[in-house]
């Protein structure tokens, strides 16, 4: 029990780390989920194959795969950055596939008379894409993009494991403190668990908001 | 192909109406552009992997000598098997959850769901260095143990999903019938519901296929293990990259051909009409929203 209250600023740190590495990696991937899914469902062909490699090969990359290339590999071509950017970088990608996939479907489930009402009011692409698809699909996609969120919290105990500094990585030092393992995994799993209830009644609220009336 | 056939090809979506030929012209220009830069930046790439000499004869050699193959080759077995046995584990783990909870009895249920929704919200990392770590078992049973916990919850609700999903006239006749739970079940809601799932079970064994790389994290010898092996050896000029670029089309292309398998099995479900009953949402990724099915 004393794990805890002996130990609360490795803790802290360590929550804070993960808490980081979910904000920082979260905003690369819906920017970067949104780049690639506005890729998906444009008229360029090549766009729309730039898109779906990227999210082909992206979903069916094993994470940890990715944070060996990206950690171990990127520094050999002679950039060197703090681990965590790294690790940022790695999740952030991997997640915006997943970004992606949501808000394509999100984009899709928008009937096509919304647009072409939009267009024959007179309406430019921007403003048809502001004011009419974008707010209609954004509501349909709050769901899948907050379980998304949620996996990539979860993911982000991976780049424990290469020496970035979060929560799944504290069991380390406490464990060659001395400390009880039990209870040292116990606050751990705590931990996590704040995280991705925070994330998930985020979404609740924004879903309660602004999702669709069904 | 005339321009209706075009429209017709890609999904309908609300965003932009059909071409005419000169925004065709300007699409066109777009596109030779964008593949332009594309090429610069593989280009680039490329030039950067000959300018940090990933390509000296030195590096590439390893891959030539069998023992090392053999290595590869023991380590993509060790990656298979793993997920073999997690895949079964957790189907059976799966079902005997989503039994629970659909179960009549409201503590089996409680259990089954507190179960459920404790394994999907933690990292399954965590679980397998606690089990690991804490309980101090072999690599491969942890590894294991860890994605079948965390697989057989997801898979619990596909199962239930699936079958709350098979229409509710299905099991108000088969009660009617007179049958018995255990029977509507298993001659009535299962064998409908199955086939609608099949899909989304085998995207989430796709996510259980990646996840067995999470084992070189906790020291088992798979794929990525013999990898990182051969990578640090400074015998051969630490090839590092080279083993990345052998590993990684492998990886992928494994998890590749089962979601390829996927989607095609959903593709033939929907022009299936015996399964049209049941729309089973996608298992991934990883959890839902508590509160939120």
Known sequence: MNVLTDNFPTYWKGFLGTVELTVYASILALVLGFVMASFRVAPVGSFRALGTAWVTVLRNTPLTLLFFAVLLGLPRFGLVLPFTVFAVLALGCYTSAFICEALRSGINTVPRGQGEAARSLGMTFGQTLTSVILPQAFRSVIPPVGSTLIALAKNSAIAGAFSVVELLGTYKTLSELGYNIIWTFVWIALGYLIITLAISALFNILEKRWGVAR | ?293
């Open chain 2, 1 to 293: 192909m005339s321009r209706r056939m075009k429209a017709l090809d890609h999904d309908a979506t609300a965003l932009y109406d059909i071409p005419g030929p000169k925004t065709e012209r300007r699409h066109r220009l777009y596109g030779v552009l964008s593949t332009l830069l594309v090429l610069a930046l593989v280009g680039w790439v490329l030039y950067l992997l000959f300018d940090t000499d990933q390509f000296t004869r030195t590096k590439w050699m390893p891959f030539e000598y069998k023992g090392i193959q053999e290595l590869l080759l023991r380590g993509l077995g060790n990656t298979l098997k793993a997920f073999a046995i997690a895949a079964v584990l957790s189907l059976a783990l799966g079902t005997l959850l989503a039994v629970g909870r659909l179960s009549d009895h409201k503590p089996v249920r409680r259990l089954a769901t507190l179960f459920v929704e404790f394994f999907r919200a933690m990292p399954v990392l965590v679980m397998i260095f606690f089990i690991y770590v804490a309980l101090k078992m072999e690599p491969l049973s942890a590894l294991v143990a860890g994605l079948t916990l965390y697989n057989g919850s997801v898979l619990a609700e596909v199962f239930r999903s699936g079958i709350n999903a098979v229409e509710r006239g299905q099991r108000e006749a088969a009660y009617a019938l007179g049958m018995r739970k255990t029977q509507v079940m298993t001659h009535v809601l299962v064998p409908q519901a199955v086939r609608a799932m099949l899909p989304a079970i085998i995207s989430q064994l796709v996510v259980a296929l990646k996840d067995t790389s999470l084992g070189y994290l906790i020291t088992y010898e798979e794929f990525l293990h013999a990898g990182k092996l051969i990578a640090s050896n400074l015998d051969y000029d630490l090839p590092f990259i080279p083993v990345v670029m052998v590993i990684s089309p492998i990886y992928i292309g494994m998890c590749m051909v089962l979601s390829w398998f996927a989607q095609w099995m959903s593709k033939r479900q929907r022009r299936n009409p015996k399964t049209d009953a049941a729309d089973v949402a996608a298992a991934e990724p990883g959890t839902l929203l508590p509160g939120m099915q």
